[in-house]
């Protein structure tokens, strides 16, 4: 939006007002005016640090379809059950659902979602499983949903578009092992991804990886005032979730991060960890590290699995190095305790 | 037809308008006229001011249905804020939020405000400065400001009085006619400003309607109050001339207080020598145009400075009010009510000139090279100001 007072081209009343402020500043009343002047307080006041924080916004959440708590450490595995030659079949039920989410505390989205929530239910498999995914489109708009992994052209989602009140069954391997993700591939993509129709599908290695506390984080963002730019920005939907309730880390234990990065409009996202470096598995798709680091830039449906280790108790930060997406909304605290977590 | 009295005809039509509207609001049939549309959401800054680590920020609802404030964002982060009132504000209905801001002295910064619907409306302020506060100090430089701009310059003018006296009449009319092209001039002006006032006028308020109003208004209030003293012949009547161009011009000043008082007060000031004694040139020429219908009358020493303090101290009230509570709302009936008296007083101007020739034309090349003259005479000046 335009300043209409800088804009604007110099109105003869400006003149006026030039010239009076000139009169009132060179005749007697320059030393009031600098008397004024020195008496304007600085504008320098405590700036914001995070705690207590001004600089969180007003209020909290409500209903934004997912609890963000619960979220973090959901998957769904599906329902399983063995085909003929033996292997593990896992049956999903995704149906698009139109709803109105609440994307920053009083401000509600209109949402297309899967299963009524944004992201969508993080699915999980294991390399060379069967996934079978029944999909019902009950919104208004026609939907797909287009998997990220290896398989057949009419399992991909994206010509088989399916009209509002129809189905559609995708049927394919698992593979390969990674971190991957879902959303819908119905046209304009732009609009239904930032509609809130995607979530996580992992499939893990036959040989599990080590143990750990795992954590799925989708980043994500809301263009509100539709103007193809996000006015929030969120891990899982809630802007300051983890930063209002901290996630609660066992000091010495391994954590595992799923993130996603499913932010439409900006180009890059990222992920910087206080206080710790962690270590990189790009996509997924390997057992072995591929970097160690404390800052990692995330491309738009770009994906690695995090792991890191807190040796220190207390309570550290992790969110976007963009900075502003980090004061609109992506940014939360790592609390770390020594006891279990209740 | 006859039995029933007279205020039933009048009020019968009222009557059933207001029946019609309860049954439109509460049989539900509005939502069938508004067919599912979603709300139409309005708001206007009103005013915006800077306290120490502190944001004020007055919203105005010019919009058809009501609009909740969610969140702020300042400078592109969410940032937590108080309501003077609810977040809710209905047609009409104005809040005042206050944010607990950093911001940085004479940088810019963005205040823009979350709906619940998640639309956005953004205000930029172009330079930070902390907005004065309105203590003696502040009165004394408004009235200072006042006295410079608006009642020395007139009162300059006025010492033109002794030579007005001793020229010959036609010449007089050619001042007269000069004060006519003076007037229309800052009319003209005033009415510009008006409008671009209004452009920033919450939609509700309907702008340029408030300045038809405001400059109609003026007009015929003028016209009716002093109609019957104007249209006196003789003294009487080219004194009541110059109460009105002193009250028109008067009415002017008010609203360039009011600009003037504003801009300090949001801290844009740009200095310069030149235009000082530009400034000084350009508006003594107000009280050449207040003298000028009287000049072949005796008035006293306090009719004069009567005249004087009329066109020139609503200055230091507008200074005083635009500094301390300046709203695009109230600068544009101003302005627009100062444009519409000045149209009233060349129009008696008019008639002035049109009783003492007595038949015979108007316009002569005196009196059209004076209103002429006077336009230059503005436009000259107002080169000198132009910085």
Same mark, same amino acid.
């Given at each position: 939006?335009t300043?209409?007072q800088s804009?604007?081209?110099?109105?003869?009343?400006e003149?006026?007002?030039?010239?009076?402020?000139?009169l009132?500043g060179v005749?007697?009343a320059?030393q009031?005016?600098?008397?004024?002047?020195?008496?304007?307080?600085?504008? #320098?006041?405590?700036?914001?640090?995070?705690e207590?924080?001004?600089?969180?916004?007003?209020?909290?959440?409500?209903?934004?379809s997912i609890?963000?708590?619960?979220?973090l450490e959901?998957?769904?595995?599906?329902e399983?059950?063995?085909?003929?030659r033996?292997?593990?079949?896992?049956?999903?039920h995704?149906?698009?659902?139109?709803?109105?989410?609440?994307?920053?505390?009083g401000?509600f989205?209109p949402?297309?979602?899967?299963?009524?929530?944004?992201?969508?239910?993080? &699915?999980?498999a294991?390399?060379?499983?069967?996934v079978?995914v029944?999909?019902?489109?009950?919104?208004?708009?026609?939907h797909t949903?287009?998997?990220?992994g290896?398989?057949a052209?009419?399992m991909?989602?994206?010509?088989?578009?399916?009209h509002?009140g129809?189905?559609?069954?995708?049927?394919?391997?698992?593979k390969p092992?990674?971190l991957? &993700?879902?959303?819908?591939?119905? #046209?304009p993509?732009?609009?239904?991804?930032?509609k809130?129709?995607?979530?996580?599908?992992l499939?893990d290695?036959?040989?599990p990886?080590?143990?750990?506390r795992?954590?799925?984080?989708?980043?994500?963002?809301?263009?509100?005032?539709?103007?193809g730019?996000?006015?929030?920005?969120a891990?899982?939907?809630?802007?300051?979730?983890?930063?209002?309730?901290?996630?609660?880390?066992?000091?010495?234990e391994l954590?595992?991060?799923?993130?996603?990065n499913?932010?439409?409009?900006?180009l890059?996202?990222s992920?910087?960890?206080?206080g710790n470096f962690?270590?990189?598995?790009?996509?997924?798709?390997k &057992?072995?590290?591929?970097e160690?680091?404390?800052?990692?830039?995330?491309?738009?449906?770009?994906?690695?699995i &995090?792991?890191?280790?807190?040796?220190?108790?207390?309570?550290?930060?992790?969110?976007?190095?963009?900075?502003?997406?980090?004061?609109?909304?992506?940014?939360?605290?790592?609390n770390?305790?020594?006891?279990?977590?209740a | 037809? =006859?039995?029933?009295?007279?205020?039933?005809?009048?009020l019968?039509?009222?009557?059933?308008?207001?029946?019609?509207?309860v049954?439109?609001?509460?049989?539900?049939?509005l939502d069938?006229?508004r067919?599912g549309a979603?709300?139409?959401?309005?708001?206007?800054?009103?005013r915006?001011?800077?306290?120490?680590?502190l944001?004020?920020?007055?919203?105005?609802?010019?919009g058809p249905?009501?609009?909740?404030v969610?969140?702020?964002?300042?400078?592109?982060a969410?940032?937590?804020?108080?309501?003077?009132?609810?977040?809710?504000?209905?047609?009409?209905?104005?809040?005042?939020?206050?944010?607990?801001?950093p911001?940085?002295?004479?940088?810019a910064?963005?205040?823009?405000?979350?709906?619940?619907?998640?639309?956005?409306?953004?205000h930029?302020?172009?330079v930070?400065?902390?907005?004065?506060?309105p203590?003696?100090r502040?009165?004394?430089?408004?009235?200072?400001?006042?006295?410079?701009v608006?009642v020395i310059?007139v009162?300059?003018?006025?010492?033109?009085?002794?030579?007005?006296?001793?020229?010959?009449?036609?010449w007089?009319?050619?001042?007269?006619?000069l004060?006519?092209?003076?007037?229309?001039?800052?009319g003209?002006?005033?009415?510009h400003?008006?409008?671009?006032?209004?452009e920033?006028?919450?939609?509700?308020?309907?702008?340029?309607l408030?300045?038809?109003?405001g400059?109609g208004g003026?007009?015929l209030?003028l016209q009716?109050a002093?109609?019957?003293?104007v249209?006196?012949?003789g003294?009487?009547?080219?004194?009541?001339v110059?109460?009105?161009?002193?009250?028109?011009?008067g009415l002017?000043?008010l609203g360039?207080?009011l600009?003037?008082?504003?801009?300090?007060?949001?801290?844009?000031?740009?200095?310069g020598?030149?235009?000082?004694?530009g400034?000084?040139?350009h508006?003594?020429?107000?009280?050449?145009?207040i003298?000028?219908?009287v000049?072949?009358d005796?008035?006293?020493?306090?009719?004069?400075?009567?005249?004087?303090?009329?066109?020139?101290?609503?200055?230091?009230?507008?200074?005083?009010?635009?500094g301390?509570?300046?709203?695009?709302?109230?600068?544009?009936?101003?302005?627009?009510?100062?444009?519409?008296?000045?149209?009233?007083?060349?129009?008696a101007?008019?008639?002035?000139?049109?009783?003492?020739? =007595?038949?015979?034309?108007?316009?002569?090349?005196?009196?059209?090279?004076?209103?002429l003259?006077?336009?230059?005479?503005?436009?000259?000046?107002?080169?000198l100001?132009?910085g």
């Open positions: 939006m300043d209409d804009s604007r081209r110099v109105s003869r009343r003149l006026v007002r030039r010239g009076a402020l000139g009132a005749a007697a320059s009031a005016l600098r008397a004024a002047e020195r008496g304007l307080p600085a504008s #320098v006041s405590p700036h914001g640090a995070h207590p924080g001004n600089a969180v916004g007003r209020g909290r959440v409500g209903d934004a609890d963000p708590t619960v979220f959901q998957f769904d595995g599906g399983i059950s063995r085909d003929p033996g292997r593990i079949v896992r049956e999903f995704l149906t698009a659902v139109d709803r109105d989410i609440e994307v920053a505390p401000v989205y949402a297309w979602t899967y299963n009524g929530q944004v992201p969508g239910p993080t &699915l999980r294991t390399e060379g499983d069967l079978r029944h999909f019902r489109n009950g919104g208004t708009h026609a949903i287009h998997f990220h290896i398989h052209a009419r991909d989602g994206v010509f088989e578009v399916v509002p129809d189905s559609f069954v995708y049927e394919f391997e698992a092992f990674g991957h &993700l879902y959303h819908c591939h119905a #046209v993509l732009k609009k239904h991804i930032a809130g129709l995607y979530g996580t599908f499939v290695p036959r040989t990886r080590p143990e750990a795992e954590m799925v984080m989708v980043l994500n963002g809301f263009d509100t005032n539709f103007d730019e996000n006015e929030v920005y891990v899982n939907t809630v802007p300051f979730a983890y930063h209002h309730e901290p996630i609660v880390v066992r000091r010495g954590q595992r991060i799923y993130m996603v499913l932010l439409e409009f900006d890059i996202n992920m910087h960890l206080h962690f270590h990189v598995y790009r996509t997924g798709t &057992l072995t590290a591929d160690f680091t404390d800052t990692l830039m995330f491309c738009q449906g770009e994906r690695h &995090l792991e890191f280790v807190y040796e220190d108790l207390g309570r550290f930060m992790f969110h976007a190095h963009q900075s502003e997406f980090a004061e609109l909304g992506w940014m939360g605290l790592f770390v305790v020594d006891r279990a977590i | 037809m =006859r039995r029933i009295p007279t205020p039933f005809w009048a019968l039509p009222i009557v059933l308008l207001a029946a019609l509207g049954t439109l609001v509460r049989g539900g049939l069938v006229l067919g979603p709300p139409v959401e309005e708001l206007t800054f009103e915006v001011t800077l306290a120490p680590g944001i004020r920020v007055e919203l105005v609802n010019g249905d009501a609009v909740t969610a969140q702020v964002m300042v400078d592109e969410f940032w937590t804020f108080t309501s003077s009132g609810s977040t809710t504000i209905g047609r009409l209905g104005r809040t005042t939020l206050e944010i607990p801001y911001w940085v002295e004479h940088e910064h963005a205040v823009t405000v979350l709906t619940s619907t998640g639309l956005t409306f953004t930029e302020i172009a930070a400065r902390a907005t004065p506060i203590d003696a502040y009165f004394g430089v408004f009235t200072l400001i006042g006295l410079y608006g310059p009162a300059i003018g006025l010492l033109w009085y002794p030579l007005l006296r001793r020229i010959e009449r036609r007089l009319h050619f001042v007269l006619a004060t006519a092209g003076l007037l229309i001039f800052l003209v002006d005033a009415l400003e008006a409008l671009e006032a209004a920033r006028v919450a939609g509700a308020y309907q702008g340029v408030l300045v038809l109003v400059a003026a007009v209030l009716a002093a109609g019957m003293r249209g006196a012949e003294a009487a009547g080219r004194r009541a110059a109460w009105l161009i002193a009250l028109g011009i002017h000043n360039e207080g600009a003037i008082g504003a801009a300090y007060a949001v801290g844009e000031a740009s200095l020598a030149f235009l000082i004694v400034f000084m040139v508006n003594s020429t107000e009280g050449l145009g003298v000028a219908p000049a072949s005796r008035p006293g020493l306090v009719t004069l400075a009567g005249l004087g303090a009329l066109a020139g101290l609503p200055t230091i009230a507008g200074a005083w009010l635009g301390l509570a300046y709203s695009a709302t109230l600068a544009t009936l101003f302005l627009s009510v100062g444009a519409g008296a000045i149209a009233q007083v060349v129009v101007l008019y008639r002035v000139v049109a009783r003492e020739t =007595r038949g015979r034309p108007v316009w002569t090349p005196l009196t059209a090279g004076g209103l003259t006077g336009l230059l005479v503005m436009y000259g000046t107002g080169l100001v132009a």
